[in-house]
């Protein structure tokens, strides 16, 4: 059982940073692979980044090579997404995912969900 709560969306100019945040609660004490997807308004939901268990590898959209990464802190149960660079085309509902058993790549299916944190970028 876990519970995933992202934070850190808000409202910044095209060219800005913000930091995305997501914290795992519940039956964490093993550390699982962990990433991002986004969500813009009438769009389906696509990957942004992922990172495994330990931190070692990361995989990225190549919307956002570059300009976003992502890291993870195991003691704090706790993933990071630090976007530079922003873009209109990036405004979206950001979600944390969580799987159990496989990467958090592009396609996969995620055991676990985020409730989203809404990024609104303006040109």
């Known amino acids: 059982q876990v519970q995933l709560v992202e934070s850190g969306g808000g409202l910044v100019q095209a060219g800005g940073s913000l930091r995305l945040s997501c914290a795992a609660s519940g039956r964490t004490f093993i550390t699982y692979a962990m990433g991002w997807f986004r969500q813009a308004p009438g769009k389906e939901r696509e990957f942004v980044a992922g990172?495994?268990?330990?931190?070692?590898?990361?995989n990225y959209a190549d919307s956002v090579k570059g300009r976003f990464t992502i890291s993870r802190d195991n003691g704090k149960n706790t993933v990071y997404l630090q976007m530079n660079s922003l873009k209109p085309e990036d405004t979206a509902v950001y979600y944390c995912?969580?799987?159990?058993?496989?990467?958090?790549?592009?396609?996969?299916?995620?055991?676990?969900w985020g409730q989203g944190t809404k990024v609104t970028v303006s040109s």
């Open positions: 995912a969580l799987n159990s058993n496989q990467a958090v790549v592009a396609g996969a299916r995620v055991d676990y």
């Open positions: 990172i495994s268990r330990s931190g070692g590898s990361a």
